[in-house]
């Protein structure tokens, strides 16, 4: 399945922003949908991650209480909002999808087959 994530910027320190993460298929059903962030020198990273079946939401320490993922909708549309930016959220952010991923596994990139192509936030201090 191809993914297009989108809404990334320059955005200053305390500001938000929101991410779109849109399927090619029709429907985000019976998908697990994350998003994922690689900063300058530094590893990719879980940031958050939402079972389409029962809504179930996830999110990494480092985030949690200022992002909230969620669904769109329209059921092939996964939204990042993301509030109270900081400098050290700076980073290419990535969405990724795959079909029954359990729920000891979504914070691992390697569950995820299909990835977008990345959308760059830059948080400014």
């Known amino acids: 399945v191809q993914l297009q994530a989108s809404g990334g910027g320059l955005v200053q320190a305390g500001g938000s922003l929101r991410l779109s993460c849109t399927t090619s298929?029709?429907?985000?059903?019976?998908?697990?949908v994350a998003w994922f962030r690689r900063a300058p020198g530094k590893e990719r990273e879980f940031v958050a991650a939402?079972?389409?079946?029962?809504?179930?939401?996830y999110y990494a320490d480092s985030v949690k209480g200022r992002f909230t993922i969620s669904k769109g909708s329209a059921d092939n549309t996964v939204f990042l909002q993301m509030n109270s930016l900081k400098p050290e959220d700076t980073a290419v952010y990535y969405c990724?999808?795959?079909?029954?991923?359990?729920?000891?596994?979504?914070?691992?990139?390697?569950?995820?087959?299909?990835w977008g192509q990345g959308t760059l936030v830059t948080v400014s201090s």
């Open positions: 990724a999808a795959h079909r029954g991923v359990i729920v000891s596994a979504l914070s691992s990139s390697n569950a995820y087959r299909s």
């Open positions: 939402i079972r389409w079946s029962g809504g179930h939401t």
């Open positions: 298929e029709r429907t985000f059903r019976t998908y697990a």
